[in-house]
């Protein structure tokens, strides 16, 4: 199977410019009662049951693009994709770590290169070395602070990295966090999860649901589409994740009293079904996509995705070519599409994640 298994037409006016001012009056394209419902994110309590887990990745993104004016008079960009040191519980925001990252333009930038913000050639703010070329524009780069305050330097020239189709600018950068966000550390938002509200996370503590927390760190595969021919030959690439024990225990419990793991966000599909196979913590390439076993999730709530994705093909894999079906009436039915847009709600093909709604 290769991309083009995954395509599907997707016109310009179905992706959302802008997020909702209310998050949960987001669209809910609801599919797993054996039928299509349309209702909206706030209903979702309404769909749980007692037993049910619901995990949702509490990752924040960094201000992490990066515009610089170089010696010579052009310019470059720098987005940074993660931490390339260190183990993934200590802190991603040292002064003086080495991260992944793309860099514009690559080839013009040789390794030693630096690229500087703020004051002058005594006084530079925050400071960008460009190390060993990894290849696809992929750079290692070290960051510098004279205050040693990394995360403030950031704050103060970075810009929210927002998708190449996102035209409109973002007049709240909080809109592209979700209310539970934690440690800064994404190059991208998990944005199933931009739809929930405290409101809405408490109605579903009320409905008896369990809410668990996990983290996987957003980067390169967010930005980039698949361009080989076959799906074998695809690369993923790494991502950091952290699911603790208690959280894997949690989902565990829920499958044995009748409950499912209902997973906000394909990025915590990955990091559940990763720590499943290669332990809590870790780096992960796993790439879902048919025939999977899944071994933790049995409910995905999910955002509209861009054609020929690899987020395409985990959503076939948990769902089956139903996607296609469900797809087209969403763009009938006038649903908006990709980061800002609505959400899907979809049950493993298998049909555990059936409807608990009474």
Not at 296 to 322: C, I, K, W
Request: hydrophobic letters at 40%; glycine letters at 8%.
């Amino acid at each position: 199977m290769g991309p083009d298994d995954f395509d599907y037409d997707l016109p310009a006016e179905a992706i959302a410019q802008k997020p909702l001012d209310d998050r949960p009056s987001a669209r809910l394209l609801d599919t797993t009662g054996g039928r299509v419902v349309h209702r909206t994110v706030r209903d979702l309590p309404s769909l749980l049951g007692p037993a049910d887990v619901v995990v949702v990745n509490d990752t924040r993104v960094l201000p992490a693009r990066l515009r610089f004016r170089r010696s010579t008079g052009g310019t470059a960009e720098v987005l940074l994709l993660h931490p390339v040191d260190g183990q993934v519980e200590d802190p991603v925001l040292e002064n003086g770590a080495r991260w992944e990252a793309l860099v514009r333009p690559s080839r013009r930038l040789p390794p030693g290169s630096e690229l500087s913000i703020g004051g002058d050639l005594t006084v530079r703010d925050l400071v960008v070395e460009v190390g060993v070329d990894l290849g696809e524009g992929r750079r290692h780069v070290t960051l510098r602070t004279p205050d040693g305050d990394l995360l403030a330097a950031l704050e103060r020239h970075g810009e929210m990295p927002l998708p190449p189709y996102i035209e409109a600018d973002l007049v709240d950068p909080e809109r592209y966090q979700t209310v539970f966000s934690d440690r800064p550390a994404s190059a991208a938002a998990p944005t199933a999860g931009l739809h929930l509200t405290d409101d809405v996370l408490d109605r579903c503590r009320a409905a008896g649901a369990r809410l668990e927390r996990l983290e996987l760190v957003v980067g390169l595969d967010t930005f980039r589409p698949v361009t080989v021919a076959n799906l074998d030959d695809h690369r993923m690439h790494r991502e950091r994740y952290r699911v603790a024990p208690a959280v894997m225990e949690a989902c565990r419990e829920a499958r044995r009293d009748g409950g499912r793991v209902v997973a906000v966000g394909t990025t915590t599909v990955r990091a559940l079904e990763s720590a499943a196979r290669f332990g809590p913590y870790g780096l992960t390439d796993l790439f879902i996509r048919s025939p999977f076993d899944f071994a933790v999730v049995d409910v995905l709530m999910t955002n509209f995705h861009l054609p020929r994705s690899t987020l395409l093909v985990m959503l076939e894999a948990f769902s089956g070519q139903r996607w296609r079906t469900w797809y087209a009436d969403a763009l009938s039915s006038g649903y908006r599409f990709l980061s800002f847009g609505d959400a899907m709600l979809v049950a493993r093909e298998d049909g555990k994640g059936g409807s608990n709604e009474g």
